[in-house]
Structure formats: C-alpha cells, structure tokens
C-alpha cells in the first residue's frame, strides 16, 4: 500500500445497525468515542440507522424506521386542514 495516501486514524471499526442490532466490522477513520467488543476484540463503534442488513432495497421488506420521529412531523406538517 502506498504511503501517505489513508489518514493517521485508518483502522478497523464496527459500525452498528440499531433498528436490527446487527454488527458490521471495516476500516474507516471516522470519529467515536465509544467501543463494541466483538469475538473478544474491542473495536471504536460507530451506530447507524439503517444498512443494508435493514435497508427495505436489499431486504425486499417494507418496514418503517423511524427514530427521531420524522415521519410524524412530516405528516403534522402536510396533512390537510379540513
């Protein structure tokens, strides 16, 4: 690999899917301050609202994931006034 070219941080991180819990280890640098212990190696983790273990494309599921409840707030906005 070619020197110089990844950031210092460049390491192996778990990226944690919370609608379905499902765990996902790569390398990034992105920045975190808490870890995962996983097969007895702690990682930083970074948690996700959807991946594609839980992406209704790739799961061919239509499910409804909504944390910070924006769909309410969306439908509060444009529903009709009668």
């Known amino acids: 690999m070619k020197k110089g070219v990844h950031p210092e941080n460049y390491r192996l991180v778990a990226f944690k899917d919370m609608s379905n819990d499902v765990v996902f280890i ?31 494309f790739y799961t061919g599921k239509m499910k409804l994931v909504d944390t910070a409840g924006r769909v309410d707030k969306f439908y509060q906005r444009y529903k009709k006034n009668k």
Do not use: Q
């Open 26 to 56: 790569t390398r990034s640098c992105a920045n975190t301050k808490e870890t995962i212990e996983v097969d007895g190696v702690e990682y930083p983790v970074v948690k996700v609202e959807i991946s594609d273990s839980s992406h209704p």
